[in-house]
């Protein structure tokens, strides 16, 4: 989709890329692969956005496992119907 669309695109610009999916931890991992199949160097975090604190805890992790973050692209889909 979208974001991950961006995030290749910034991938191939020479950022570490961080995905968050709320869940399907296997189209995670083929995102992140992908990505550094092309190069890149990416990682993966499930996350809901819902959870009290969650937004918090996921910013914690990725300063402490990735370092600081200088771009965040909030990419949110939803089906309707």
């Known amino acids: 989709g979208i974001g991950e669309s961006v ?3 910034f991938a191939r610009e020479g950022m570490t890329v961080c995905l968050v999916r709320r869940s399907d931890e296997e189209g995670l991992r083929r995102a992140v692969q992908g990505i550094e199949a092309e190069g890149g160097c990416a990682r993966g975090f499930i ?3 819902a959870a009290p604190g969650s937004i918090e805890g996921l910013v914690a992790t ?3 496992e990735v ?3 200088h771009v965040a692209v909030y990419n949110l ?3 309707i119907g």
């Open 7 to 9: 995030a290749r695109r």
């Open 47 to 49: 996350m809901n956005a």
């Open 62 to 64: 990725i300063e402490e």
């Open 67 to 69: 370092g600081d973050i």
């Open 77 to 79: 889909g939803a089906q």
